[in-house]
């Protein structure tokens, strides 16, 4: 009977009575791949404009890597693409996207003709293959916060450099009844205190408050 192979990993189960008195070297090869799906590192350089990422049954190969460290041996001008290999084999990466260029990666599966996900550069993401076969699906795992009612920061917030976009949202403090609030009518800055619009900063660059303004007092 002849080995089979696992479904997404594609680890050699020897048929009964097979490989007798060499089976360490399928039993090794079992454990290097393990080793890889598991929390295995990859190098991945890219170059040109297409790429493929094959995980051979029974074979340590690229394609088992967990995580995937995206670099290219020189600037990428324009999109990458790498397609999953084979496309009947789930696979989850961490892929983290550091090219230089500027260029996205793109992940497809199957030829392209199912979902396909793009990372853009210096982004990092999880992303599934289903395996399904000519039409294989890649998908984003989200890692947003959208669904954390109550996110928590551990330490400050670093921003690197970039904005904080609040949309329409207002700011509120802690559990103190101040809230700064955006007017979206007249694009006016809003202090409220316990629900009430006490001060407005107009876009104009007014002040208005609802009581005396006192200057050179102490606060």
């Known amino acids: ?18 490989q007798a008195g060499s089976w360490g070297e ?36 690229n394609g088992h890597f ?3 460290f995206c670099t290219s041996s020189g600037s990428l001008s324009s999109l990458h693409t790498v ?13 983290n ?15 392209g003709s199912g979902s396909t996900i793009t ?26 916060l959208v669904n954390d009612l109550l996110p928590k920061l551990g330490a400050d917030l670093d921003v690197n450099g970039n904005d904080i976009l609040m949309g329409n949202q207002s700011v509120k403090f802690g559990t103190s009844k101040w809230e700064i609030a955006l007017d979206t009518g007249d694009n006016d800055l809003l202090f409220k205190y316990n629900g009430t619009t006490v001060f407005k900063l107009s876009s104009a660059g007014a002040v208005v408050a609802s009581d005396n303004i006192t200057a050179f007092g102490s606060p």
């Open 1 to 18: 009977m002849a080995s089979t192979f696992t479904a997404s990993s594609g680890l050699e189960k020897p048929g009964s009575g097979e």
């Open 26 to 61: 399928t039993v090794n090869n079992n454990f290097d791949i393990i080793d890889r799906v598991s929390s295995g590192f990859l190098n991945l350089s890219l170059s040109g404009t297409s790429s493929t990422l094959t995980a051979t049954d029974g074979t340590p190969s």
């Open 66 to 68: 967990k995580v995937l």
């Open 83 to 95: 397609t999953i290999a084979p496309n009947n084999k789930s696979k989850l990466y961490l892929v």
């Open 97 to 111: 996207n550091a090219t230089t260029g500027g260029q996205s990666v793109k992940f497809q599966q199957g030829g």
């Open 119 to 144: 990372v853009a550069s210096g982004v990092t993401a999880w992303i599934y293959a289903d395996g399904t076969g000519g039409d294989a699906n890649v998908r984003a795992l989200s890692t947003e």
